[in-house]
């Protein structure tokens, strides 16, 4: 297998040097969206750490931290001696990503990150002035096994649930029907959008523990942001495509 | 919530009316009597899952319980049926014999993707309409809750478990959507001099004939506001506290 071709268009875009602010993160992010939206293939071989750290114009010491948290991700494999190197690994379905993606204009995202902002605002906010205990505990338990899960196919479906699960915990059929209907249709882009970091796990648990406090205000403010924040990164990407 | 006798006390109503003491009471053994109605049904079909189930079970075996889930739905009840527990089934670990009213009422079995690889809503058991039976409760009234797992309709869910030979092979159960439920019980709830509403046993609101407490909202107990329950079910009716008679 040939080091990758980094060229054109999007390809580009994503290997073009992070800001003079970025640090690991910001490379996991651009690397696990490269990889989850499938602009770098399955099993391609990543350019020379000296090479990508220069692209990226990054220091080769906080390129190997980003290729270890990604590697720790299931994203990358790397592999010793002749003819080793860094693979991408793609988590399943991550080739339709961009694809969806594209489907949407930039205004049409932002119109449909407004909406959603809005539904799981209003979930949050009512959830929190009405869960009882048990109601949380549903909540925690997807937490959990997020946590404790490295599948990317079965992350996303339990980021679905978690949010579904805060929209019930409203009582609302209604929020909790368009909740379902907007996970459908943006939900596994908004999960690809979450970059690699993994602030995403902490966003979930203070909106957990918003809900749980009953602080009614600020559990809307975390899930309206937490959408948003997603929705702009994806926009973002959007504005790369042609 | 404490739970006291109603006693001696007369009660006024709304409109000055005086009503027969013990009204609050009789409403709630009357609210009592529709919830175990559905229960009753659910016996039927606790009873007739042990006739049929034999030495390795298969879904095709369930099949033979819809000549008794059929009839029962309509009226309160908009769903009903078996859930096994995980792993009784000898063709598939999960297993729900479900079925719901369909668009023009004729009965739709609901068949949900309940492979762990892809989907996240396949394991059942933490719910507490089956975690209930299971930990041994004889009625479980679950939510009322947004049940997205079946409905996506604001739901109750009534369980029973279901015992074979001492060991716990499933769950017996029903939904009642809140809004028939809510009509079936205004009339006695009205009946109740001044504001009334019944609570499951964690003090959700069931149903209401005040806007103050609606369906939904939590009941944490308020001065002068008092909770019978609905005969032995996990479901109370809070009304007023009589004054004392001078």
Not at chain 1, 38 to 62: F, H, I, Y
Not at chain 1, 136 to 161: K, V, Y
Not at chain 1, 212 to 225: F, I, K, N, P, T
Not at chain 2, 63 to 68: F, N
């Amino acid at each position: 297998m040939s080091t990758a071709d980094i060229s054109g268009g999007a390809r580009l875009a994503a290997f073009a040097p992070v800001d003079s602010t970025a640090r690991v993160d910001a490379v996991v992010r651009r690397l696990t969206d490269a990889i989850v939206l499938g602009l770098v293939a399955d099993g391609e071989q990543l350019p020379s750490e000296a090479e990508l750290a220069a692209q990226l114009g990054v220091s080769t010491v906080t390129l190997r931290e980003a290729l270890m948290a990604l590697r720790q991700q299931g994203m990358v494999e790397t592999r010793r001696g002749r003819g080793g190197g860094s693979f991408v690994r793609a988590p399943r379905e991550a080739p339709q990503a961009l694809d969806r993606l594209c489907a949407f204009t930039a205004e049409e995202l932002r119109d449909l990150g407004d909406h959603y902002a809005a539904i799981a605002g209003a979930a949050a906010r009512l959830a929190a002035q009405r869960a009882l205990p048990e109601d949380i505990a549903p909540l925690r338990r997807t937490l959990q096994e997020m946590a404790a899960s490295r599948d990317q196919a079965q992350l996303r479906r339990l980021h679905g649930r978690f949010h579904i699960e805060v929209a019930a915990a409203s009582q609302s059929a209604r929020l909790t029907q368009e909740e379902i209907r907007l996970q459908a249709d943006i939900g596994p882009l908004l999960w690809s959008a979450r970059g690699g970091d993994d602030g995403t796990s902490a966003r979930h648990h203070a909106i957990a523990e918003a809900i749980h406090r009953g602080d009614d205000d600020h559990a809307r403010l975390l899930a309206e942001r937490h959408v948003l924040d997603a929705m702009e990164h994806l926009i973002e990407l959007r504005l790369r495509e042609p | 919530m404490s739970v006291e006798c109603l006693g001696r006390m007369d009660q006024v109503s709304e409109h000055g009316a005086l009503l027969a003491p013990g009204d609050a009471a009789e409403v709630a053994v009357a609210v009592g009597g529709i919830v175990e109605g559905v229960f009753e049904g659910l016996h039927q079909v606790r009873d007739a899952v042990v006739g049929l189930l034999g030495g390795a079970p298969v879904r095709g075996d369930l099949a033979a319980l819809r000549p008794l889930l059929f009839p029962r739905l309509g009226g309160l009840i908009s769903g009903i049926g078996f859930i096994a527990a995980p792993g009784l089934l000898t063709d598939a670990p999960w297993y729900l014999e479900w079925w719901q009213e369909g668009a023009s009422g004729e009965p739709v079995q609901l068949l949900r993707d309940m492979d762990p690889s892809s989907s996240a809503f396949y394991d059942y058991t933490h719910w507490d309409w089956f975690a209930g039976p299971r930990s041994g409760a004889e009625h479980t009234l679950t939510g009322p809750y947004v049940d997205f797992l079946c409905s996506t309709e604001y739901s109750l869910t009534l369980s029973v478990p279901v015992l074979k030979g001492g060991e716990f092979v499933g769950v017996a159960a029903a939904d009642v959507f809140v809004r028939r439920f809510e009509i079936a019980v205004s009339p006695l709830l009205r009946r109740v001099g001044g504001p009334a509403f019944l609570v499951n046993a964690h003090g959700r609101v069931v149903a209401s004939t005040t806007a103050r407490w609606l369906a939904g909202s939590v009941f944490r107990g308020a001065p002068g506001l008092l909770a019978r329950p609905c005969r032995t079910l996990p479901l109370s009716l809070v009304a007023a506290q009589l004054p004392h008679a001078p």
